[in-house]
Each structure stands twice: as C-alpha cells, then as structure tokens.
C-alpha cells in the first residue's frame, strides 16, 4: 500500500479555498453563521457534553 505525502503548503492551500467556498456562501445567504459553524465545529453544537467526576474513585484508590 502507497502512503501520500502531504505538504504543509497543500494544506493551507486547501484550507485557504475552503475558507473561501465558506465566505461565498455567507455573502450569498446559502448558510447562517450559525449553520458554518456547526459544519465546521469538530465538535457538533447540540452535543451534550457531560465531565465526569472522579474525585470518589480516586480517593478510594489512594485513601487505602
């Protein structure tokens, strides 16, 4: 199997034109901000993100 090698500059190169792509269609009304974002979020904006508290765990494990 071939692996490709990808070039910082083909990077931001095509983070450049999706940038682009992305104005036009704000200026053009295709999209809300609000919809670009959650397009472009790694993490979606209705996820519901819950921390869990370990302090319990923890303690009985160094409490011994």
């Given at each position: ?6 070039s910082f500059e ?5 983070k ?6 992305d ?8 999209v809300?901000?609000?919809?670009l ?5 790694f ?8 921390l869990?508290?370990f ?6 494990y160094y409490?011994?």
């Amino acid at each position: 199997m071939k692996v490709r090698t990808v070039s910082f500059e083909a990077l931001q190169r095509d983070k450049r034109r999706a940038r682009k792509r992305d104005e036009l269609r704000l200026a053009r009304g295709e999209v809300t901000p609000e919809q670009l974002e959650e397009e472009n979020s790694f993490i979606p904006l209705s996820a519901k993100i819950t921390l869990q508290d370990f302090s319990k765990t923890l303690k009985r494990y160094y409490d011994k």
